[in-house]
């Protein structure tokens, strides 16, 4: 009998397994394809905007997206360097070969079990989870962890040709999503996709527009890996889509997935594919698309995801600047996937159903590695308190990142796939990419039954032994003081502002059109004539509404301040 059976190896499955192999449990990973775990199915990158935040708040529990994409980097860049700290984030380009190398290597060292096998149904009993049955066998275990990521009754889609699939090549989980919505609730379903591969060679290098790496100093995903100075800083490359595009685009609806209705699920708001790109943003005359260097002699196009046939994609591609001669190596696609309505989970992403069942990454229809790999920290350190009788712990949204983004899942659900964003968090301030250890440091206390502490230990023996690490660590602590100072003043207007926000909560409002207030966001604007708000507080419990967005629409209403 197992512990835990973990059933997915992608970046949330990992994670929950990583994390849990720290104890003395009995862990299972059920997977369908053991070569796959950990991997980047999207494009070959990690970090940024909000994202950088998630992945050092995970490294500062113990995971190791952050350590895994330090390591495996092939350039490292720190972004929004003209702004505050509050804002800067670091993004890592990857080597996927390099990535899943180094993932194998970790799992050797661990106390876990690897089966590759399908999962056909969850052995319940008296509303609790005691197992699982596969097409070769059953396993009993005390707890279960689903990770399932896009593999829920995916379909893919290519032009008109569609696979019942949940990555290209890998069949999907039909059988078990048939349970599921028997089991918890009718699931739903989101749109992701993912952008073509072009061939390194006939790419017109000299049209496009560098993109170089930090080398002094060299950003960090992790606390726990030094980037040598010799680290690879690959260049990447940044170009733009033409009118011609547009008129392909414009040509290509009326046999798109997307605009026949073939695919109905919500997609990403700000990972748009390039269809939705040009059809709602038409005035815009460019749109960006970045080649990012990946295996095999490939380049990724990240900005140019699509499911047009393999015509319109050959089009696409030779009518943007550099990319006339190119040649493609992989198509890109979409796909249409169900995931479960994250209300119906406790903080501690345990199904308020059924006991010991436990989701994490884009089942809950969040997108991303970062939110997946966030989110598998989560499930994996309460699956392991659940069996031992310990009380669950969770993030608070007022300390972290991740407690963010499980305050908006719970609370709020998902009706397009969820991105963290810094723009999200009303104490941005205080939440920051150098400060997540010292934010994380009672949990760290609290949690020493689960977190492995030994890279904490050997960082410790290095300071005691390296002069030269002495003045690293002397460095960190006179910056994290300049900041302190720094933010104070502007801290306690932010959290003004935040107490003020409660206080006026209760005024009524009459029936407005949100789309007069100047400055606010389409986005918000069509969630709040939508919604019909009739109070203040009603417009708080709306979960794209934050701070900034709020500031606006009281500064509509004067007479309120």
Not at 37 to 65: A, F, T, W
Not at 333 to 357: A, C, D, H, T
Not at 472 to 483: G, V
């Amino acid at each position: 009998m197992q512990d835990i059976i973990i059933i997915g190896g992608g970046h949330a499955g990992f994670e929950a397994a990583a994390m849990l192999s720290n104890t003395k449990n009995k862990i299972l990973i059920i997977t369908k394809n053991i070569n796959n775990i950990g991997e980047l199915s999207c494009n070959p990158s990690i970090g940024g905007i909000g994202k950088s935040n998630l992945v050092r708040e995970v490294d500062s529990l113990g995971g190791y997206i952050g350590y895994l994409a330090t390591r495996s980097s092939i350039q490292l860049k720190k972004i929004n360097t003209s702004k505050g700290e509050a804002v800067q984030c670091t993004r890592s380009q990857i080597n996927r070969k390099k990535y899943k190398k180094n993932i194998k290597i970790i799992f050797k060292k661990k106390n876990i079990k690897i089966l590759q096998d399908e999962v056909l149904k969850l052995i319940i009993k008296n509303n609790s989870v005691i197992g699982v049955k596969t097409k070769i066998n059953s396993f009993l275990s005390k707890a279960v962890i689903l990770t399932t990521g896009t593999f829920l009754n995916g379909k893919i889609h290519i032009g008109s040709i569609k696979y019942n699939e949940g990555r290209m090549n890998e069949k999907n989980s039909f059988t078990l999503s048939k349970q599921l919505n028997y089991l918890i609730e009718p699931l739903k379903k989101l749109k992701t996709g993912t952008s073509p591969r072009i061939s390194f060679k006939n790419i017109e290098f000299k049209n496009l527009k560098e993109q170089t790496g930090d080398s002094n100093p060299i950003p960090s995903l992790s606390e726990r890996y030094n980037v040598s100075k010799n680290y690879k800083n690959i260049k990447c490359w940044i170009t733009k889509t033409t009118e011609k595009t547009k008129e392909i685009i414009k040509k290509s609806l009326k046999i798109s997935p997307i605009y026949k209705n073939l695919i109905n699920g919500n997609s990403p708001r700000y990972c748009p594919s390039i269809e939705d790109k040009i059809y709602r943003f038409y005035n815009n005359k460019k749109h960006n698309v970045f080649l990012e260097p990946d295996e095999n002699n490939q380049i990724y196009l990240g900005g140019v995801s699509t499911c047009l046939n393999y015509k319109f994609q050959k089009l696409l591609l030779k009518s943007i600047v550099g990319l006339e001669k190119c040649q493609i190596t992989k198509l890109g696609y979409s796909v249409e996937y169900e995931f479960l309505n994250p209300k119906n989970l406790k903080k501690s992403l345990e199904s308020k159903i059924i006991k010991g069942l436990f989701f994490a990454g884009q089942i809950n229809g969040t997108t991303g590695y970062e939110e997946a790999a966030a989110q598998g920290v989560v499930a994996g350190i309460n699956s392991y308190l659940y069996i031992n009788n310990k009380k669950y712990w969770y993030p608070n949204k007022k300390n972290s990142y991740i407690g963010l983004m499980v305050s908006d899942l719970t609370k709020n659900g998902v009706t397009e796939p969820y991105r963290i964003f810094a723009k999200k968090n009303e104490n941005r301030l205080n939440f920051r990419e150098d400060n997540s250890s010292k934010r994380f440091f009672n949990v760290l206390k609290n949690l020493k039954i689960i977190i492995n502490f030994n890279f904490l230990k050997h960082k410790k023996e290095n300071i005691n032994n390296n002069l030269i690490n002495n003045i690293n660590i002397n460095k960190n602590i006179t910056k994290q003081i300049n900041l302190h100072f720094k933010y104070k003043n502007y801290i306690k207007i932010q959290n003004f502002s935040l107490k003020k926000k409660k206080n006026i909560k209760n005024f009524r409002l009459k029936s407005i059109n949100f789309f007069k207030i100047k400055n606010l966001s389409k986005e918000i604007s069509e969630k709040l004539n939508k919604e019909k708000p009739k109070s203040i507080k009603d417009i708080l419990k709306i979960n794209i509404i934050k701070n900034d967005s709020f500031k606006i629409i009281l500064n509509y209403f004067k007479k309120l301040i």
